[in-house]
T-cell receptor
Framework: GENVEQHPSTLSVQEGDSAVIKCTYSDSASNYFPWYKQELGKGPQLIID?????GEKKDQRIAVTLNKTAKHFSLHITETQPEDSAVYFCAATTNTNAGKSTFGDGTTLTVKP | SAVISQKPSRDICQRGTSLTIQCQVDSQVTMMFWYRQQPGQSLTLIATANQGSEATYESGFVIDKFPISRPNLTFSTLTVSNMSPEDSSIYLC???????????FGEGSWLTVV
């Protein structure tokens, strides 16, 4: 089955700096890669996703890049703000297992004001 | 995106009892799922809730412990049976929506078993 590794497990940055979280996956059939933000006491919130037919996607301060050859994808947050502090999860899934995502272990991001 | 409501949001349960969690979606969805998130851990898929038929369980999860119902395309329930402290977790309802099967989560049901 699919295996997703996520690094780092914790990340601390100064407000205004950039943050990068990386994930690798094992199943070359995976073609959908969402990222979720989970704040304390809340469920995971989809913040951005990318499909295998594109290499990069951007939404304001958030971007995701995908390298299918190397089987890794990354989340980039620029101009970080204290409200970006949360746990971030990456996931990978395939069309044949639509909805049955395999998740990384999560990254706890702390943005210091 | 789908709006997913879960009840209860939190509960404290006695060991040996059972609790049913409800998931209501504001639109019809083909696929609904139940995940478990143990304290400080990642998300693990329990089962796919199939409309009108038995749920499909992942390895390590069984119907006797986690019976699931899905009577229609907008509603599902998950029961956690004969609870022990090890069942203390967040239980999350999830749906796949749209042509690309984008996956959304509810706010979760936070269960503590004492």
């Amino acid at each position: 089955g699919e295996n997703v590794e996520q690094h780092p497990s914790t990340l601390s940055v100064q407000e205004g700096d950039s943050a990068v979280i990386k994930c690798t996956y094992s199943d070359s059939a995976s073609n959908y890669f969402p990222w979720y933000k989970q704040e304390l006491g809340k469920g995971p919130q989809l913040i951005i996703d990318i499909r295998s037919n594109v290499g990069e996607k951007k939404d304001q301060r958030i971007a995701v890049t995908l390298n299918k050859t190397a089987k890794h994808f990354s989340l980039h947050i620029t101009e970080t703000q204290p409200e970006d502090s949360a746990v971030y999860f990456c996931a990978a899934t395939t069309n044949t297992n639509a909805g049955k995502s395999t998740f990384g272990d999560g990254t706890t991001l702390t943005v210091k004001p | 995106s789908a709006v997913i409501s879960q009840k209860p949001s939190r509960d404290i349960c006695q060991r040996g009892t059972s609790l049913t969690i409800q998931c209501q979606v504001d639109s019809q969805v083909t696929m609904m799922f139940w995940y478990r998130q143990q304290p400080g851990q990642s998300l693990t898929l329990i089962a796919t809730a199939n409309q009108g038929s038995e749920a499909t369980y992942e390895s390590g999860f069984v119907i006797d412990k986690f019976p699931i119902s899905r009577p229609n395309l907008t509603f599902s329930t998950l029961t956690v049976s004969n609870m022990s402290p090890e069942d203390s977790s967040i239980y999350l309802c999830s749906v796949a929506q749209g042509a690309g099967n984008t996956i959304y989560f509810g706010e979760g049901s936070w269960l503590t078993v004492v």
